[in-house]
Protein backbone atom coordinates (compact mmCIF):
# COMPACT_ATOMS: atom_id res chain seq x y z
CA UNK A 1 0.00 0.00 0.00
CA UNK A 2 0.77 4.07 -0.29
CA UNK A 3 3.28 5.41 1.69
CA UNK A 4 1.48 8.43 3.20
CA UNK A 5 4.05 11.34 4.56
CA UNK A 6 1.91 14.52 4.87
CA UNK A 7 2.28 16.33 7.77
CA UNK A 8 -0.70 18.19 6.53
CA UNK A 9 -2.59 15.57 6.20
CA UNK A 10 -5.89 14.25 7.81
CA UNK A 11 -3.89 10.82 9.13
CA UNK A 12 -0.35 10.99 9.13
CA UNK A 13 2.06 7.82 8.61
CA UNK A 14 1.69 6.02 11.97
CA UNK A 15 -2.13 6.79 11.93
CA UNK A 16 -2.55 4.82 8.61
CA UNK A 17 -0.19 1.87 9.44
CA UNK A 18 -2.42 1.61 12.93
CA UNK A 19 -5.36 1.73 10.34
CA UNK A 20 -3.10 -1.27 7.87
CA UNK A 21 -2.60 -3.16 11.21
CA UNK A 22 -5.86 -3.13 12.02
CA UNK A 23 -7.41 -3.56 8.33
CA UNK A 24 -5.00 -6.77 7.82
CA UNK A 25 -5.92 -8.67 11.24
CA UNK A 26 -9.57 -8.22 10.15
CA UNK A 27 -9.15 -9.69 6.34
CA UNK A 28 -6.70 -12.29 8.09
CA UNK A 29 -9.36 -13.21 10.61
CA UNK A 30 -12.43 -12.84 8.39
CA UNK A 31 -10.56 -15.89 5.63
CA UNK A 32 -10.13 -18.16 8.35
CA UNK A 33 -13.58 -17.74 9.70
CA UNK A 34 -15.00 -18.64 6.62
CA UNK A 35 -13.78 -22.34 6.73
CA UNK A 36 -14.30 -22.97 10.70
CA UNK A 37 -17.14 -25.34 10.75
CA UNK A 38 -20.27 -23.57 12.28
CA UNK A 39 -19.38 -20.44 12.02
CA UNK A 40 -22.08 -18.06 11.13
CA UNK A 41 -20.92 -16.40 7.37
CA UNK A 42 -21.42 -12.48 6.83
CA UNK A 43 -22.40 -10.87 3.68
CA UNK A 44 -19.69 -9.50 1.94
CA UNK A 45 -20.30 -10.04 -1.75
CA UNK A 46 -23.92 -10.99 -1.67
CA UNK A 47 -26.32 -9.91 0.94
CA UNK A 48 -28.06 -13.16 2.24
CA UNK A 49 -31.16 -12.45 4.61
CA UNK A 50 -30.38 -15.87 5.99
CA UNK A 51 -27.04 -15.16 7.30
CA UNK A 52 -28.39 -12.09 9.16
CA UNK A 53 -31.29 -14.25 10.86
CA UNK A 54 -28.58 -16.82 11.56
CA UNK A 55 -26.57 -14.44 13.56
CA UNK A 56 -29.36 -13.35 15.35
CA UNK A 57 -29.86 -16.79 16.83
CA UNK A 58 -26.37 -16.92 17.57
CA UNK A 59 -26.59 -13.76 19.80
CA UNK A 60 -29.78 -15.20 21.17
CA UNK A 61 -28.39 -18.74 22.04
CA UNK A 62 -24.54 -18.32 21.87
CA UNK A 63 -23.06 -21.63 20.55
CA UNK A 64 -19.18 -22.51 20.89
CA UNK A 65 -18.28 -20.31 18.25
CA UNK A 66 -19.84 -17.56 19.27
CA UNK A 67 -16.64 -15.10 19.74
CA UNK A 68 -15.58 -16.46 15.67
CA UNK A 69 -19.27 -15.64 14.84
CA UNK A 70 -19.15 -11.76 16.20
CA UNK A 71 -15.60 -11.21 14.24
CA UNK A 72 -17.07 -13.15 10.92
CA UNK A 73 -19.91 -10.20 11.41
CA UNK A 74 -17.22 -7.33 11.47
CA UNK A 75 -14.35 -8.49 9.86
CA UNK A 76 -15.30 -8.36 6.32
CA UNK A 77 -14.13 -4.64 6.94
CA UNK A 78 -10.81 -4.73 5.95
CA UNK A 79 -10.85 -5.01 2.55
CA UNK A 80 -12.97 -1.61 2.26
CA UNK A 81 -9.77 -0.11 4.56
CA UNK A 82 -7.49 -1.03 2.19
CA UNK A 83 -9.42 0.72 -1.25
CA UNK A 84 -10.20 3.57 1.01
CA UNK A 85 -5.96 4.04 1.92
CA UNK A 86 -5.24 3.33 -1.56
CA UNK A 87 -7.76 5.95 -2.92
CA UNK A 88 -6.29 8.27 -0.27
CA UNK A 89 -2.59 7.95 -0.63
CA UNK A 90 -3.00 7.92 -4.11
CA UNK A 91 -4.56 11.62 -4.03
CA UNK A 92 -1.99 13.27 -1.79
CA UNK A 93 1.40 11.77 -3.54
CA UNK A 94 -0.40 12.02 -7.34
CA UNK A 95 -2.72 14.95 -6.98
CA UNK A 96 -0.53 16.95 -4.16
CA UNK A 97 3.24 15.63 -3.81
CA UNK A 98 6.05 14.52 -5.91
CA UNK A 99 3.83 11.76 -8.74
CA UNK A 100 2.23 14.69 -10.20
CA UNK A 101 4.58 14.38 -13.02
CA UNK A 102 4.13 10.59 -13.34
CA UNK A 103 2.80 10.29 -17.20
CA UNK A 104 -0.18 7.71 -17.44
CA UNK A 105 1.91 4.91 -19.44
CA UNK A 106 4.64 5.36 -15.96
CA UNK A 107 1.51 5.25 -13.28
CA UNK A 108 -0.01 1.55 -15.08
CA UNK A 109 2.54 -0.43 -15.76
CA UNK A 110 4.67 0.76 -12.30
CA UNK A 111 1.53 -0.27 -10.17
CA UNK A 112 0.97 -3.16 -12.30
CA UNK A 113 4.43 -4.30 -11.73
CA UNK A 114 4.56 -4.08 -7.91
CA UNK A 115 1.07 -6.04 -7.72
CA UNK A 116 2.18 -8.29 -10.12
CA UNK A 117 5.32 -9.57 -8.08
CA UNK A 118 3.58 -9.68 -4.84
CA UNK A 119 1.01 -11.83 -6.55
CA UNK A 120 3.41 -14.64 -8.38
CA UNK A 121 5.37 -14.65 -4.96
CA UNK A 122 2.41 -15.49 -3.32
CA UNK A 123 0.80 -17.76 -5.32
CA UNK A 124 3.45 -19.95 -6.46
CA UNK A 125 4.32 -20.76 -2.24
CA UNK A 126 0.51 -21.17 -2.26
CA UNK A 127 0.22 -23.73 -4.96
CA UNK A 128 3.29 -25.29 -3.34
CA UNK A 129 1.93 -26.02 -0.15
CA UNK A 130 -1.47 -27.29 -1.57
CA UNK A 131 0.13 -30.02 -3.97
CA UNK A 132 1.99 -31.25 -0.23
CA UNK A 133 -0.84 -31.26 1.99
CA UNK A 134 -3.38 -31.34 -0.90
CA UNK A 135 -2.26 -33.15 -4.10
CA UNK A 136 -6.36 -33.37 -4.88
CA UNK A 137 -5.89 -29.57 -5.52
CA UNK A 138 -6.78 -28.07 -9.11
CA UNK A 139 -5.85 -24.80 -10.76
CA UNK A 140 -7.12 -24.67 -14.55
CA UNK A 141 -3.83 -23.30 -16.23
CA UNK A 142 -6.44 -20.31 -17.76
CA UNK A 143 -7.96 -19.38 -14.76
CA UNK A 144 -3.91 -19.00 -13.20
CA UNK A 145 -2.75 -17.09 -16.53
CA UNK A 146 -5.48 -14.60 -16.05
CA UNK A 147 -5.47 -14.24 -12.03
CA UNK A 148 -2.05 -13.40 -12.70
CA UNK A 149 -2.84 -11.03 -15.56
CA UNK A 150 -5.51 -9.50 -12.55
CA UNK A 151 -8.12 -9.69 -14.79
CA UNK A 152 -10.16 -12.68 -13.64
CA UNK A 153 -12.54 -10.86 -11.50
CA UNK A 154 -13.63 -9.70 -14.88
CA UNK A 155 -14.16 -12.69 -16.24
CA UNK A 156 -18.40 -12.72 -16.78
CA UNK A 157 -18.90 -16.46 -16.92
CA UNK A 158 -17.31 -18.82 -14.11
CA UNK A 159 -14.62 -16.52 -12.06
CA UNK A 160 -12.71 -18.02 -9.79
CA UNK A 161 -11.21 -17.03 -6.80
CA UNK A 162 -8.08 -18.37 -5.80
CA UNK A 163 -7.01 -18.48 -2.25
CA UNK A 164 -9.64 -16.13 -0.92
CA UNK A 165 -8.25 -13.03 -1.31
CA UNK A 166 -6.41 -12.73 -4.51
CA UNK A 167 -9.52 -11.39 -6.11
CA UNK A 168 -8.03 -7.97 -4.57
CA UNK A 169 -5.41 -7.45 -6.83
CA UNK A 170 -7.62 -7.63 -9.85
CA UNK A 171 -10.07 -5.24 -8.33
CA UNK A 172 -7.82 -2.71 -7.34
CA UNK A 173 -5.97 -2.35 -10.36
CA UNK A 174 -9.34 -1.93 -11.65
CA UNK A 175 -9.07 1.10 -9.76
CA UNK A 176 -5.78 2.21 -10.35
CA UNK A 177 -7.14 2.64 -14.57
CA UNK A 178 -10.61 4.15 -13.45
CA UNK A 179 -8.28 6.45 -11.18
CA UNK A 180 -5.62 7.80 -13.72
CA UNK A 181 -8.31 7.42 -16.79
CA UNK A 182 -11.41 8.53 -15.61
CA UNK A 183 -11.42 10.62 -12.11
CA UNK A 184 -7.72 11.93 -11.71
CA UNK A 185 -7.59 15.55 -10.74
CA UNK A 186 -11.65 16.01 -11.79
CA UNK A 187 -14.14 17.50 -9.50
CA UNK A 188 -15.33 16.37 -6.06
CA UNK A 189 -18.89 16.79 -7.72
CA UNK A 190 -17.82 14.51 -10.42
CA UNK A 191 -16.15 11.88 -8.27
CA UNK A 192 -19.29 11.91 -6.10
CA UNK A 193 -21.44 11.38 -9.21
CA UNK A 194 -19.33 8.29 -10.21
CA UNK A 195 -20.17 7.35 -6.60
CA UNK A 196 -23.73 7.26 -7.10
CA UNK A 197 -24.14 5.71 -10.14
CA UNK A 198 -21.89 2.96 -8.89
CA UNK A 199 -24.32 2.39 -6.15
CA UNK A 200 -27.59 2.65 -8.27
CA UNK A 201 -25.74 -0.04 -10.46
CA UNK A 202 -26.04 -2.50 -7.50
CA UNK A 203 -29.93 -1.28 -6.20
CA UNK A 204 -32.02 -3.00 -8.30
CA UNK A 205 -30.30 -6.18 -8.33
CA UNK A 206 -31.03 -9.58 -6.26
CA UNK A 207 -29.22 -9.39 -3.48
CA UNK A 208 -28.08 -12.78 -3.48
CA UNK A 209 -27.64 -13.04 -7.20
CA UNK A 210 -24.70 -13.62 -9.45
CA UNK A 211 -24.98 -10.25 -10.92
CA UNK A 212 -24.16 -8.34 -8.01
CA UNK A 213 -21.63 -10.63 -6.98
CA UNK A 214 -19.83 -10.14 -10.55
CA UNK A 215 -20.07 -5.88 -9.37
CA UNK A 216 -18.64 -6.89 -6.07
CA UNK A 217 -15.87 -8.34 -6.91
CA UNK A 218 -14.83 -5.34 -9.23
CA UNK A 219 -15.11 -2.18 -9.40
CA UNK A 220 -18.93 -1.24 -8.06
CA UNK A 221 -18.03 -2.35 -4.08
CA UNK A 222 -14.48 -0.40 -4.44
CA UNK A 223 -15.53 2.94 -6.12
CA UNK A 224 -17.69 3.92 -2.96
CA UNK A 225 -14.39 3.69 -0.30
CA UNK A 226 -11.98 4.52 -2.46
CA UNK A 227 -13.26 7.67 -3.53
CA UNK A 228 -14.20 8.29 0.22
CA UNK A 229 -10.44 8.03 0.41
CA UNK A 230 -9.89 10.83 -2.47
CA UNK A 231 -11.97 12.89 -0.47
CA UNK A 232 -10.97 12.99 2.66
CA UNK A 233 -7.21 13.38 0.84
CA UNK A 234 -8.73 16.79 -0.29
CA UNK A 235 -10.85 18.08 2.01
CA UNK A 236 -7.94 17.53 5.34
CA UNK A 237 -9.49 20.97 6.97
CA UNK A 238 -13.13 19.71 7.22
CA UNK A 239 -12.25 16.31 8.52
CA UNK A 240 -9.56 16.91 11.00
CA UNK A 241 -12.27 19.49 12.64
CA UNK A 242 -14.50 16.21 12.91
CA UNK A 243 -11.73 14.27 15.03
CA UNK A 244 -9.82 17.59 16.40
CA UNK A 245 -9.86 16.07 20.33
CA UNK A 246 -10.15 12.60 22.10
CA UNK A 247 -13.96 13.61 23.30
CA UNK A 248 -15.07 13.99 19.56
CA UNK A 249 -13.23 10.95 18.66
CA UNK A 250 -14.52 8.89 21.01
CA UNK A 251 -18.01 9.99 20.11
CA UNK A 252 -17.85 9.33 16.56
CA UNK A 253 -16.88 6.08 17.39
CA UNK A 254 -19.90 5.14 19.42
CA UNK A 255 -22.12 6.44 16.59
CA UNK A 256 -20.17 5.07 13.75
CA UNK A 257 -20.27 1.43 15.57
CA UNK A 258 -23.60 1.47 16.00
CA UNK A 259 -24.50 2.86 12.40
CA UNK A 260 -22.10 0.22 11.36
CA UNK A 261 -23.96 -2.51 13.08
CA UNK A 262 -27.46 -1.06 11.73
CA UNK A 263 -26.36 -1.02 8.12
CA UNK A 264 -25.49 -5.00 8.74
CA UNK A 265 -29.66 -5.37 8.43
CA UNK A 266 -31.14 -4.67 5.37
CA UNK A 267 -29.91 -4.90 1.93
CA UNK A 268 -30.00 -0.89 0.97
CA UNK A 269 -27.83 0.18 4.14
CA UNK A 270 -25.66 -2.46 3.32
CA UNK A 271 -24.59 -0.96 0.23
CA UNK A 272 -23.51 2.20 2.28
CA UNK A 273 -21.92 0.62 4.47
CA UNK A 274 -18.10 1.35 3.86
CA UNK A 275 -19.15 5.44 4.79
CA UNK A 276 -19.34 3.85 8.40
CA UNK A 277 -16.70 1.75 8.59
CA UNK A 278 -14.27 4.46 6.98
CA UNK A 279 -16.17 7.00 9.91
CA UNK A 280 -15.91 4.56 12.63
CA UNK A 281 -11.27 3.78 11.36
CA UNK A 282 -10.25 7.16 11.01
CA UNK A 283 -11.37 8.20 14.45
CA UNK A 284 -10.13 4.99 15.97
CA UNK A 285 -6.70 5.19 14.69
CA UNK A 286 -6.17 8.32 16.07
CA UNK A 287 -7.62 7.41 19.43
CA UNK A 288 -5.15 3.93 19.20
CA UNK A 289 -2.18 6.33 18.50
CA UNK A 290 -2.55 7.70 21.65
CA UNK A 291 -1.50 4.64 23.46
CA UNK A 292 1.81 3.74 23.21
CA UNK A 293 2.36 -0.13 23.14
CA UNK A 294 -0.94 -0.86 21.08
CA UNK A 295 -0.24 1.69 18.57
CA UNK A 296 3.38 0.40 18.11
CA UNK A 297 2.16 -3.08 17.66
CA UNK A 298 -0.69 -2.27 15.57
CA UNK A 299 1.83 -0.08 13.48
CA UNK A 300 4.65 -2.93 13.00
CA UNK A 301 1.59 -5.57 11.75
CA UNK A 302 0.66 -2.21 9.51
CA UNK A 303 3.78 -1.73 7.55
CA UNK A 304 3.78 -5.61 7.52
CA UNK A 305 0.49 -5.68 6.05
CA UNK A 306 1.23 -6.18 2.27
CA UNK A 307 3.57 -9.37 3.04
CA UNK A 308 0.64 -11.06 5.56
CA UNK A 309 -2.21 -10.46 2.64
CA UNK A 310 -0.89 -12.54 0.36
CA UNK A 311 0.96 -15.13 2.79
CA UNK A 312 -2.19 -15.66 5.21
CA UNK A 313 -4.29 -17.86 2.75
CA UNK A 314 -0.89 -20.56 3.50
CA UNK A 315 -0.96 -20.89 6.68
CA UNK A 316 -5.17 -21.13 6.62
CA UNK A 317 -4.80 -24.59 4.59
CA UNK A 318 -2.38 -25.63 7.08
CA UNK A 319 -4.21 -25.11 9.85
CA UNK A 320 -7.69 -25.07 9.03
CA UNK A 321 -8.17 -29.04 8.83
CA UNK A 322 -6.93 -29.30 12.10
CA UNK A 323 -8.84 -27.16 13.48
CA UNK A 324 -11.88 -28.46 12.31
CA UNK A 325 -11.18 -32.00 13.54
CA UNK A 326 -9.96 -30.70 17.09
CA UNK A 327 -12.79 -28.12 17.70
CA UNK A 328 -10.50 -26.00 19.27
CA UNK A 329 -11.24 -22.92 17.24
CA UNK A 330 -9.82 -20.19 19.35
CA UNK A 331 -6.63 -21.89 20.12
CA UNK A 332 -5.91 -22.68 17.14
CA UNK A 333 -7.47 -19.45 15.52
CA UNK A 334 -4.73 -17.49 17.60
CA UNK A 335 -2.04 -19.78 16.73
CA UNK A 336 -3.03 -19.28 13.39
CA UNK A 337 -2.31 -15.07 13.46
CA UNK A 338 0.95 -16.07 15.48
CA UNK A 339 2.32 -18.15 12.76
CA UNK A 340 1.09 -15.97 10.15
CA UNK A 341 2.53 -12.99 11.23
CA UNK A 342 6.00 -14.94 11.83
CA UNK A 343 5.97 -16.63 8.45
CA UNK A 344 5.51 -12.78 6.79
CA UNK A 345 8.77 -11.82 9.19
CA UNK A 346 10.43 -14.53 7.87
CA UNK A 347 9.29 -14.18 4.29
CA UNK A 348 9.24 -10.14 4.25
CA UNK A 349 13.45 -9.94 2.09
CA UNK A 350 11.42 -12.21 -0.45
CA UNK A 351 8.58 -10.03 -0.98
CA UNK A 352 10.43 -6.73 -0.93
CA UNK A 353 13.47 -8.26 -3.25
CA UNK A 354 12.29 -6.69 -6.87
Known sequence: MKKIADNHAVLNQVECNIMRGFAILAVASNNFGHLVNGVVQDNEFVYDYGQVDAFISSLRYPSNTFLLDLLAFYSPFGVMLFIFLSGYGLTLKYEKGQGVSVSNKDFIIGHYLKLFQMQLKGLTLFLLIMFLFNPDYIVYFRHLVSQLLMIENMNPIDPIILAGPYWFFGMIMEMYVIYR?????????????????SLLFMVPLDPVGS??????????????PFGLGILVARYTKVIDSLFDNGKKCLLSIMIFFLLLTICKFTFYSWIVMPIFIIGLSIPLSKTICRFKYLSAILGWVGALSGVIFVVHPIMREILIQRTNQSGNYYGMFFAYLFMTIMLSVVLKPLFLKK
Open 211 to 224: AIRYLRINFCMAIL
Open 181 to 197: FLIYKKSSFFILSVIII
